[in-house]
């Protein structure tokens, strides 16, 4: 599976953004996907997950209510949205794909894994 992560920004604070991310294959449709970011200086964490049938979905504390994960395996693609930007929300942000029988929050468990988009928040 290869993973194309598109609709970074700059935003201003209180803004929204769209992140999409586009797989080739036929088999998207079985894989739980998730979005994690790496802001300057930090670690990569976790943003949130959906499973395969898009029923399940994580999200980290610090986007929860905020942001939104979706996916159309019709269209090969999972979405973020992300409202309510805040500075801290600055990161780029990777969607990755895993095989595994259910999504998780462990970065370790995602098997294939896209080139990041950067997302700029201003104050």
């Known amino acids: 599976v290869q993973l194309q992560a598109s609709g970074g920004g700059l935003v201003q604070a209180g803004g929204s953004l769209r992140l999409s991310c586009a797989a080739s294959?036929?088999?998207?449709?079985?894989?739980?996907m998730g979005w994690f970011r790496q802001a300057p200086g930090k670690e990569r964490e976790f943003v949130a997950s959906i499973s395969w049938t898009g029923v399940i979905t994580y999200y980290a504390d610090s986007v929860k209510g905020r942001f939104t994960i979706s996916r159309d395996n019709a269209k090969n693609t999972v979405y973020l949205q992300m409202n309510s930007l805040k500075p801290e929300d600055t990161a780029v942000y990777y969607c990755a794909a895993d095989g595994g029988p259910r999504a998780t929050k462990l970065a370790e468990t995602y098997d294939y894994w896209g080139q990041g988009t950067l997302v700029t928040v201003s104050s």
């Open positions: 294959g036929r088999t998207f449709s079985s894989y739980n």
